[in-house]
């Protein structure tokens, strides 16, 4: 099984409006579309979507705010505290480099100037690592690197973003990991192209993954693409996507 990309980083806020004002009219990034996705089932709350990069290809945020009063009564109330705490950005704004920003929904936004906008990588806190390492390793191929002394975290693995390498990193904290849901407040998806959802689903519920979609078809305008969905030890929601290609005639 292969990871070929991170495809997109997925946060659901509070405030959309307000989320994409620090995305894009503060840090700079580019707004591809907001989408507006009514209920199709009771289980299915109705969102506002706004898909955000950096105006060429690599990873990009989606960034969700679904309504409350839709919102399945399963639904924990509270964000989670384990997960994806950090985004790190390269922006072409020299007067920004260093800086540490919160984004409105609490996520630590690390910004290093650079001669043109990227989406780095994202920083995860993580309850136990040697189940993450043992868990990414098994349903997605991706096997973790012990960082370097002195480093401000434990292990790190990098995925290819275009043309680009995307930097994960985990930090093991002495949280538990909690329930909680797709859908809740503060809930991060981390979404890769992979070569067999269907295998990295059924390795992930083999190793004790909890599901939140099983593997099913859908079409993105003309794009058909397989997608599955569960949740690694601490929480994260873990996407694998498999585009479909077109049938020549």
Partial sequence: MSVYTISHININVADLDASVRFYIDDLGLNLVRRVNAEASTTEEPSSDTAIINTGERGVSLENIQYNAASLPTSVPPLPPLLGVVGLRLELA?????????LDPDGVVVHVTAADRNRIAGVDLHVGDLESTKRHWEHSLGLVL????????????VEVRSSQDQFRITFRSTDLVPELTSGYQL????????????????????????????????????????????????????????????????
């Avoid at 690197?145 to 790190?156: I, K, L, T």
């Avoid at 070569?195 to 059924?202: I, L, M």
């Fill in 93 to 101: 704004k020299p007067e920004l480099d260093g800086a540490q920003l």
């Fill in 186 to 249: 503060g809930a991060r998806r981390l979404a890769f192209t992979v070569d067999d959802v269907e295998g990295s689903y059924a390795r992930a519920m083999a190793d004790g993954a909890r599901s939140e979609t099983a593997p099913a078809q859908f079409e993105l305008g003309p794009v058909k693409m397989i997608a599955g969905l569960w949740f690694d030890p601490n929480g994260v929601v873990l996407q694998g996507l498999q585009f479909i290609k077109a049938e020549t005639a």
């Fill in 145 to 156: 690197q012990d960082a370097v002394a002195g480093s401000d975290y434990d292990a790190f």
